[in-house]
């Protein structure tokens, strides 16, 4: 989950991998783990992240717990063993730039009518596909 709201704040202030690990000092293959999953940041490292990203700390787990309890099948980030506990989802970059153009719609009713749309033709396509 931290990872993934890493890189939906690095992509919605427009920065490459290189620019953010060059800000923090890191090279752009450990700001990659860090958005994979593959390697856990720490408090200390977050805070950096936070300052350097110019949002407080907590912006980084904002929805964690309604994600952790939701029991929808989603693709995992890939290592960590039994004892880890549950890994957040990984989301693709088109799913990412989907929420975030859907953040910027001001219009609640607007919003709600995409949403239901999106909810059918998900529904639907998962009917079609236990049909099959």
């Not at 693709?92 to 730039?97: I, P, Q, R, S, V």
């Not at 239901?116 to 099959?132: G, I, L």
Request: hydrophobic share 40%; aromatic share 8%.
């Amino acid at each position: 989950m931290v990872g993934q709201r890493i890189r939906w704040r690095r992509r919605e202030l427009k920065l490459s991998q290189e620019q953010l690990a060059e800000l923090l000092s890191l090279t752009f293959q450990q700001v990659q783990k860090y958005e994979k999953g593959v390697n856990r940041v720490s408090a200390g490292r977050l805070f950096e992240i936070a300052s350097v990203m110019g949002v407080q700390v907590n912006y980084f787990y904002d929805g964690a717990e309604s994600q952790l309890e939701d029991s929808r099948p989603y693709r995992f980030a890939e290592g960590g063993g039994a004892n880890e506990g549950p890994r957040a989802p990984v989301l693709d970059a088109e799913t990412l730039d989907l929420i975030a153009a859907f953040q910027k719609i001001e219009d609640d009713s607007l919003r709600k009518s995409l949403l239901n749309t999106v909810r059918a033709a998900a529904s639907a396509f998962e009917s079609k596909q236990s049909e099959d």
